[in-house]
C-alpha cells in the first residue's frame, strides 16, 4: 500500500467539528489547548455561539487546528504517509504534516493568512462561481471574452475534477463568464458562499503580506513530498516553499492534477483529513481506482486504524 493524506480546504467547516475527538483522545486536546490565536478556538469549533465560524479569519485556524490534532492521532497509531497534499489552506496542514511547522506554527500562520485573505477583499464586490460540465479550454474561452469586454477580473481558480471548476473575480465579470459558460455547454453554474475572490489575482495583496510574514517564520525540511496547489505537483529544485505559499493564495488550485500525480507516484490508498468528503469525491471522478477514507469523527479513526491494519 501507498498512502497519501489529502487535506480538505475551507468550506467544509461546521459547528461541532472535533468535539468528540477533543474528549476522547489527548492528542487532540493538547493540539487544541496550546493553539494560539486571538479568540476562542474550542468554542468555536465546538459551538460557535458568536456565528463566526464561516468567516475566513476564524475558518482558517479552526480547520488547521482540526487537521493538526487528527494528524497528531494518525501518527500515534503509527499511520504514515508517503506523499501529502491540500486543498487551498489544507496545504498548510500537509506541510504541518511533513514538518514543516509544527501544529502550533500552521495554526498561527492559517490565522495570520486569514486576516490577510479578509483584508485583501474587503470593499469590493467579487464572486466565485463552481462551473460544471465543461472543459478547461471552453471556460478558459469564457473568461478571456468577460475579461475583455471590461467588466474586471475573472479567472479559473480552481481545476478539482474533470467537469468541475471554480471561477473567481469581479461579480460583474464572473456572472458573464457564467453566462458565456452555459452558452458553451456547461451543465451548471452555481454561485458560492465566499467572502472573497480566492486564488485570483484579486488576492495580490494577501500574496504580499505573506510574503512578509515569511520572513520571520522558520521551514523546516520536509519528511516527505507535499504536492503544491499551484504547481499540481512536487516542488522543483528551482522552487522554496514561501515563494510557492505565497503564489498559492493568488493563483489556481490544481487539484485535479495533483491527483493524477499521485496516481503516477504510485498511491493507492488516499486518507482525506478535515470535516466533509469533497475530496474524496474529487479522486473517485478522477482516478476512482485509488481508495479512498474520510477522516472526522472518532467512529471514522477506528474504523480507519482497523482498515488499514487488515
Do not use: W
Amino acid at each position: 500500500m501507498s498512502l497519501a493524506f489529502l487535506y480538505a480546504g475551507q468550506g467544509t467547516q461546521h459547528a461541532g467539528m472535533g468535539a468528540d475527538l477533543y474528549e476522547a483522545y489527548p492528542a487532540f486536546r493538547a493540539v487544541l489547548d496550546g493553539a494560539q490565536v486571538d479568540f476562542d478556538l474550542k468554542t468555536t469549533m465546538f459551538s460557535d455561539p458568536d456565528g463566526v465560524l464561516n468567516q475566513t479569519e476564524y475558518t482558517q485556524p479552526c480547520m488547521v487546528a482540526f487537521a493538526a490534532g487528527m494528524t497528531a492521532l494518525l501518527y500515534e497509531r503509527g499511520i504514515r504517509p508517503a506523499y501529502a497534499a491540500g486543498l487551498s489552506l489544507g496545504e498548510y496542514s500537509a506541510l504541518e504534516a511533513a514538518g514543516v511547522f509544527t501544529a502550533f506554527e500552521a495554526i498561527a500562520l492559517a490565522a495570520f493568512r486569514g486576516r490577510a485573505m479578509a483584508q485583501a477583499a474587503r470593499g469590493r464586490s467579487c464572486g466565485m462561481t463552481a462551473v460544471l460540465g465543461l472543459g478547461r479550454d471552453s471556460l478558459q474561452a469564457a473568461c478571456n471574452q468577460a475579461a475583455g469586454e471590461g467588466l474586471g477580473v475573472v479567472e479559473i481558480a480552481n481545476y478539482n475534477c474533470p467537469g468541475q471548476l471554480v471561477i473567481g473575480g469581479d461579480q460583474a465579470a464572473v456572472d458573464r463568464a457564467s453566462a458565456l459558460a452555459k452558452e458553451a455547454g456547461a451543465k451548471r453554474c452555481l454561485p458560492l458562499k465566499v467572502s472573497g475572490p480566492f486564488h485570483t489575482s484579486l488576492l495580490s495583496a494577501a500574496g504580499d503580506a505573506l510574503r512578509e510574514k515569511f520572513q520571520t517564520v522558520t521551514f523546516r525540511p520536509m519528511a516527505f513530498p507535499v504536492l503544491f496547489n499551484c504547481l499540481g505537483h512536487e516542488m522543483g529544485a528551482e522552487d522554496t516553499v514561501p515563494a510557492l505559499l505565497e503564489r498559492q493564495v493568488q493563483s489556481s488550485v490544481y487539484m485535479e492534477d495533483t491527483i493524477r500525480r499521485l496516481a503516477e507516484l504510485g498511491v493507492d490508498t488516499i486518507v482525506e483529513i478535515g470535516p466533509g468528503k469533497a475530496l474524496s469525491g474529487f479522486v473517485r471522478k478522477t482516478v476512482p481506482e485509488i481508495k479512498t477514507y474520510a477522516v472526522e469523527t472518532c467512529a471514522d479513526l477506528e474504523a480507519l486504524s482497523d482498515a488499514l491494519k487488515g
